[in-house]
């Protein structure tokens, strides 16, 4: 079993895959994505943290170029969850990819059995399944054997 806790970087898409076969994923809803996040206080819309807000704020002032890419990020694209305040970041951060049709996770720290909870959760409710390097599956089994390590 990988070490889980050295990852930075998780999935969550309908079926598995790798960079040749990615083309081949089924859509995620983007309308349940939007939901879910919605109703779990736990996580925090970009475009409504601080940083958000002041991008927002500024957005004029982002040459051309750069803007759209910023622009990409809100529209409930991404969002975060666990703020910590010595770094003054959140933790985890989502990003919902609608052309790679899947959901890419970056942590700033160690993932914890919690973050794999969560997400799993996420996973279910969007009818997905939550991955590693997009082959390797983490289900219930998965973290529970984590638990008992």
Not at 65 to 82: E, G, P, V
């Amino acid at each position: 079993m990988k070490e889980v806790e050295k990852l930075r970087e998780l999935y969550i898409a309908k079926n598995c895959f790798n960079s040749i076969e990615s083309k081949r994923l089924k859509e995620l809803d983007k309308n349940k994505w939007e939901h879910y996040i919605n109703i779990n206080t736990d996580f925090v819309w970009y475009e409504d943290t601080e940083k958000g807000k002041n991008i927002l704020r500024n957005i004029d002032s982002i040459p051309n170029d750069f803007r759209d890419s910023f622009l990409s990020l809100f529209n409930h694209t991404s969002c975060f969850y666990n703020y910590n305040n010595k770094k003054n970041c959140y933790n985890v951060g989502l990003i919902f990819h609608k052309e790679l049709k899947r959901i890419t996770i970056h942590f700033e720290r160690k993932i914890e059995k919690l973050d794999l909870e969560i997400l799993f959760s996420m996973a279910n409710y969007l009818d997905a399944l939550l991955l590693i390097d997009g082959k390797t599956v983490i289900d219930q089994q998965f973290i529970e054997e984590l638990e008992r390590k």
